[in-house]
């Protein structure tokens, strides 16, 4: 057990919905990051929030957003949902502002149909 | 952007084979870290990498930085069906905010 925890598990919704992952850190661990994580794919970094301030985007597309809240827990909105968006959806945190040693959560199944 | 090369990108392994992983990169390394993922897991941290040449051992695990601090090596000694599972870098660049960028990953796969 990591300490970071999400939810939902598994989600499963219809094209051009939208959704809501949820992430708590670790406790004392100011970073969150998201990462998605297709079949048979590599990890592919989203975003970084930084004590509630974006720190750091990746291949983060515009229809997909995040927030971090002032007790830490960050949710990812993903929006105008695709077939394409099927993945895993990971939250991992760590202590400082750089991404040293990431604690992941159990990830979010979401399946677009 | 930038990237990191992995391979192999899949490996089978009779148990008690050894088995090697490698991480390149074109350009410095700040440092470098390694992950396992065990099939229906999340990546778990094993290690972090920052001075050149650096050597860590984790029991059966020895990794690697290249004095470069361009490349890396995770070596596991004598599998075991335990090690099954898939292994990441994760990159961070010189230079700049620290982005880290992850390795697309080898599948170890272990034969009883």
């Known amino acids: 057990d990591s300490g970071v925890t999400q939810t939902p598990k598994h989600l499963i919704t219809a094209t051009g919905q939208r959704v809501t992952l949820r992430c708590s850190p670790r406790?004392?661990?100011?970073?969150v990051y998201w990462y998605q994580q297709s079949l048979d794919q590599g990890l592919q970094f989203l975003i970084q929030?930084?004590?509630?301030?974006?720190?750091a985007k990746g291949n983060i597309l515009e229809r997909f957003s995040a927030q971090q809240f002032p007790d830490l827990h960050s949710e990812l909105n993903l929006s105008s949902l695709e077939l394409g968006d099927s993945a895993l959806y990971f939250c991992a945190s760590s202590v400082g502002v750089n991404p040293y040693e990431q604690y992941f959560g159990p990830g979010t199944r979401l399946t677009v149909t | 952007g930038q990237q990191v090369m992995q391979i192999p990108q899949y490996q089978h392994v009779q148990e008690g084979e050894d088995f090697t992983t490698y991480c390149n990169s074109s350009t410095t390394l700040s440092n470098i870290q390694w992950y396992k993922q065990r099939p229906g897991g999340h990546p778990v941290f094993l290690i972090q990498?920052?001075?050149?040449?650096e050597v860590k051992k984790q029991k059966r695990l020895t990794f690697q930085f290249g004095e470069a601090k361009k490349n890396s090596s995770l070596h596991i000694t004598a599998t075991q069906t335990t090690d099954v599972g898939t292994y990441f870098c994760?990159?961070?660049?010189?230079?700049?905010?620290?982005?880290?960028?992850f390795g697309i990953g080898t599948k170890l796969q272990v034969i009883p």
């Open positions: 406790s004392g661990d100011l970073s």
């Open positions: 929030y930084y004590n509630g301030e974006e720190r």
């Open positions: 994760a990159a961070l660049h010189s230079g700049g905010y620290q982005k880290v960028t």
């Open positions: 990498l920052v001075k050149s040449g």
